[in-house]
């Protein structure tokens, strides 16, 4: 990413947290969640690296995201359409034999975070990218998680219990709860955050869904 969209970077990232926010009123878990979320990206971690353009194949899904959502996420889409493209979009797991192709059609950009340009070792903010039609399979990680879903109406499974969730739904994946989602007409792009000392720690996929 050239110096001249760091600022547009820093309105994206200024704008989630508005959104999470606003959430902080219900005073639930999910609320209690983005507080820990917020106090530990103040103050903004260092910007120790590059956003290197990308070409990953997912992006091809990025236009339909970014000009869907609902009014309650127009704001963050519009933030994010200046910057999208230059984000470090990557898959993170390896290819697999019983789901050809899905390497292609699910991609992460990560903002914050150990390995991220804005590097912290105690917190991850990103977007996740998934494809229309698409199974991202059941998996778990120790850190904590929380989702905004910007755009895309997808299917939510966590512990086996499926859900639908709109733009504008937060999810909260608890410490190693096993969860998917399935994408349906259209892309889904959502933003997460990871919070506690397992941010290092990767997700993988469950022994159910990697036979």
Same mark, same amino acid.
């Given at each position: +990413?050239?110096?001249?969209?760091?600022?547009?970077?820093?309105?994206?990232?200024?704008?989630?947290?508005?959104?999470? $926010?606003?959430? $902080?009123?219900?005073?639930?878990?999910?609320?209690?969640?983005?507080?820990?979320? &917020?106090?530990? &990206?103040?103050?903004?971690?260092?910007?120790?690296?590059?956003?290197?353009?990308?070409?990953?194949?997912?992006?091809?899904?990025?236009?339909?995201?970014?000009?869907?959502?609902?009014?309650?996420?127009?704001?963050?889409?519009?933030?994010?359409?200046?910057?999208?493209?230059?984000?470090?979009?990557?898959?993170?797991?390896?290819?697999?034999?019983?789901?050809?192709?899905?390497?292609?059609?699910?991609?992460?950009?990560?903002?914050?975070?150990?390995?991220?340009?804005?590097?912290?070792?105690?917190?991850?903010?990103?977007?996740? &990218?998934?494809?229309?039609?698409?199974?991202?399979?059941?998996?778990?990680?120790?850190?904590?998680?929380?989702?905004?879903?910007?755009?895309?109406?997808?299917?939510?499974?966590?512990?086996?219990?499926?859900?639908? $969730?709109?733009?504008?739904?937060?999810?909260?994946?608890?410490?190693?709860?096993?969860?998917? +989602?399935?994408?349906?007409?259209?892309? &889904?792009?959502?933003?997460?955050?990871?919070?506690?000392?397992?941010?290092?720690?990767?997700?993988?996929?469950?022994?159910?869904?990697?036979?």
């Amino acid at each position: +990413m050239s110096s001249t969209n760091v600022p547009a970077l820093l309105t994206l990232i200024e704008t989630i947290e508005t959104h999470f $926010q606003r959430r $902080q009123a219900k005073g639930d878990a999910v609320a209690w969640e983005i507080a820990k979320v &917020l106090s530990l &990206l103040e103050p903004l971690p260092p910007l120790v690296g590059a956003f290197p353009r990308n070409n990953h194949p997912a992006t091809r899904h990025l236009e339909a995201a970014l000009f869907s959502g609902n009014a309650s996420t127009s704001g963050l889409l519009a933030a994010l359409r200046p910057v999208a493209y230059d984000l470090p979009w990557r898959y993170s797991y390896a290819k697999r034999e019983d789901a050809p192709g899905l390497e292609e059609n699910i991609a992460f950009a990560e903002i914050i975070g150990p390995e991220a340009p804005f590097q912290s070792d105690r917190v991850c903010l990103g977007l996740t &990218l998934v494809g229309p039609e698409t199974l991202y399979p059941e998996h778990a990680h120790p850190a904590v998680e929380l989702y905004y879903v910007a755009a895309g109406t997808a299917t939510w499974i966590a512990s086996d219990i499926p859900n639908l $969730q709109p733009p504008g739904a937060f999810i909260l994946h608890p410490s190693q709860v096993v969860h998917a +989602m399935q994408t349906h007409r259209g892309p &889904l792009l959502a933003v997460y955050a990871w919070s506690g000392n397992e941010v290092k720690t990767l997700s993988t996929y469950t022994e159910k869904s990697n036979p």
